[in-house]
């Protein structure tokens, strides 16, 4: 089983950069398929970027271009870089870690976008 703790939430004005973390404890990183979701109020979950276990990189059709997710087997950690950050894109993210059925949650960093 591991465990997830999101970081690097925050307050950004429009046109500015984020980069979240989500550091895993309890088991490597390197085994899971991992990603990056986020809930706006009144809204579902919805997938943002994520890793397969080949590798292979996906992000949502609304953040393609501006932000980029990456791994650090090393340190164990999972990261969302987000440029040219918009309103819309104002949510609590969630890190994410799937092994077969077993899917695992962090509790969430708040990214607020606004002038």
């Known amino acids: 089983q591991v465990q997830l703790v999101e970081s690097g939430g925050g307050s950004v004005q429009p046109g500015g950069s984020l980069r979240l973390s989500c550091v895993a404890s309890?088991?490597?990183?390197?085994?899971?398929?991992v990603g990056w979701y986020r809930q706006a109020p009144g809204k579902q979950r919805e997938m943002v970027a994520g890793?397969?276990?080949?590798?292979?990189?996906s992000y949502a059709d609304s953040v393609k271009g501006r932000f980029t997710i990456s791994r650090d087997n090393a340190r164990n950690t999972v990261y969302l870089q987000m440029d040219s950050l918009k309103p819309d894109d104002t949510a609590v993210y969630y890190c994410?870690?799937?092994?077969?059925?077993?899917?695992?949650w962090g509790q969430g960093t708040q990214v607020t976008v606004s002038s």
């Open positions: 890793i397969n276990l080949g590798d292979r990189i």
């Open positions: 994410n870690a799937r092994l077969g059925t077993m899917a695992f």
């Open positions: 309890g088991s490597i990183i390197s085994v899971y398929a």
